[in-house]
């Protein structure tokens, strides 16, 4: 089995709410998992350049969506 993973560069215009600037951001595969209890399917999980930067707590890579998790 082949597998293939690319990053994706684009634009994101909610890296800062109050500043609708556009930033160039970049996704890309971090790792593959095996999901459990099933050995034929993976997940591939995802990231962004700017993740620690970002303000946008409704952006599923920012930071500041990690913090409102934990707290």
């Not at 215009?13 to 998992?33: D, G, M, N, W, Y």
Request: hydrophobic share 30%; charged share 25%; net charge positive.
């Amino acid at each position: 089995m082949d597998i293939y993973v690319q990053s994706t560069p684009m634009e994101c215009a909610e890296f800062r709410p109050k500043q609708k600037e556009p930033v160039t951001v970049v996704i890309s595969p971090l790792r593959i998992e095996g999901i459990e209890g099933d050995e034929r399917k993976l997940k591939v999980v995802t990231g962004c350049n700017h993740w620690e930067a970002c303000q946008n707590p409704n952006c599923y890579f920012s930071s500041a969506a990690r913090k409102n998790k934990t707290s």
